[in-house]
């Protein structure tokens, strides 16, 4: 298994302003995603970061708004940008160990955004 | 191009009966196959996955699911559920030599006790 920290765990933020979210694995991962999900709702794949290499983006999110970095094995930033009320949301951290087309995902306990 | 449906929102059970929870996909390939929870207020856990070998997969918290190739289904099942069993379940497809893995809408699971 792998253990996912994200920080901040909830913030409140007024539109306009920026909001870095950070994740932290307890072991080295390969691939690591960014997820949006309204409470109980469905998951919504914003982006794949894999160390190393450029995010790639799902249709309709784009980097000058979620830009992303992965530093590192075991760490990856999400910025929301230029934050409005729409972007009101849970963001998810998920990371698969192996690189293993069949390996589990593990996901982070969440950030809590409301924007103002 | 691969995809997931769960047809039902909501199911509701009463404790100690046994529980389905319905998944269908499409994919090009061989499918992996898996089955994540979400308990209230608390993050996504694994619960159990299909990759190759025995179309019954058991997994945790006495879970257990079952491929069907023919009809293209996951469904997750338990022979007795508990009230502690309430959660959100996603079903969660990805082919073979996908770069990542398609999640469905979810089904919100309510035991009654």
């Known amino acids: 298994s792998a253990v996912i920290s994200q920080k901040p765990s909830r913030d409140i933020c007024q539109r306009g302003t920026s909001l870095t979210i950070q994740c932290q694995v307890d072991?080295?991962?390969?691939?690591m995603f960014w997820y949006r999900q309204q409470p109980g709702q469905s998951l919504t794949l914003i982006a794949t970061?894999?160390?190393?290499?450029?995010?790639?983006?799902e249709s309709g999110f784009v980097i000058d708004k979620f830009p992303i970095s992965r530093p590192n094995l075991t760490f990856s930033t999400l910025t929301v940008s230029n934050m409005s009320p729409e972007d009101s949301s849970i963001y998810l951290c998920?990371?698969?160990?192996?690189?293993?087309?069949?390996?589990?995902?593990?996901f982070g306990p969440g950030t809590r955004l409301t924007v103002t | 191009a691969q995809s997931v449906a769960q047809p039902e929102d909501q199911v509701n059970v009463a404790e100690g009966n046994p529980l389905t929870v319905k998944c269908t996909y499409s994919v090009s390939g061989n499918p992996y196959l898996f089955w994540y929870v979400q308990y209230p207020n608390r993050g996504l856990q694994f619960l159990l996955k299909y990759i190759t070998g025995d179309n019954l997969v058991k997994g945790s918290y006495g879970f257990e699911a079952e491929f069907n190739k023919s009809q293209t289904s996951f469904h997750l099942k338990k022979p007795s559920a508990l009230v502690s069993d309430s959660a959100l379940y996603f079903c969660a497809v990805r082919e073979s030599n996908a770069g990542k893995s398609t999640f469905g809408d979810g089904t919100t699971l309510t035991v009654k006790p």
């Open positions: 998920s990371v698969e160990r192996g690189g293993d087309r069949g390996d589990e995902q593990y």
């Open positions: 072991s080295q991962v390969t691939m």
């Open positions: 970061a894999n160390q190393g290499s450029e995010a790639t983006y």
